[in-house]
């Protein structure tokens, strides 16, 4: 009798159910990794603006990510320090199909612990992001407290 190891070494069916098994699990990450990255080639140009602004720590000190995919959406800017996502939104985001989605996706966030600001493609610069970053960036520890 054949271990399922030396089944799925052979072609046998015990290994491709556990392969199928386990592609289920990696297609969601997969098609959100893909999207992501289709999203990232094809960014507008506020979100263009917005990611020289934001990337290699130089608004704030924080590390923000451009495209991510997390709890199953893929948002425009997320900060893991302090779990915010950075929506930038055109006008596609005023039809109310487009609102009642957008409300249901910050919900499903809020819900994993994720904050989400948006601001309007128009409204994109240094000043107005660090407006609404700077709420949710904690106040510095002292050494030693």
């Avoid at 990255?37 to 590390?63: D, F, P």
């Avoid at 499903?108 to 000043?127: F, K, M, T």
Wanted: charged content about 25%; some cysteine.
């Amino acid at each position: 009798m054949c271990s399922p190891t030396s089944r799925a070494a052979n072609g046998g069916a015990a290994g491709g159910a556990a392969h199928r098994g386990r592609v289920p699990r990696l297609l969601p990450w997969l098609s959100h990794w893909r999207f992501a990255r289709h999203l990232r080639r094809r960014s507008t140009r506020a979100e263009r603006y917005a990611w020289r602004l934001l990337r290699n720590r130089r608004l704030l000190g924080l590390k923000f990510r451009r495209q991510h995919s997390v709890a199953g959406f893929v948002v425009d800017f997320y900060c893991a320090e302090i779990r915010l996502a950075i929506e930038i939104d055109g006008a596609y985001h005023d039809t109310p199909p487009q609102r009642a989605y957008d409300a249901e996706r910050t919900s499903v966030l809020a819900a994993h612990g994720i904050r989400v600001v948006r601001i309007r493609n128009s409204q994109v610069d240094e000043a107005t992001l660090r407006d609404l970053i700077q709420p949710f960036v904690p106040p510095l520890r002292r050494c030693g407290e």
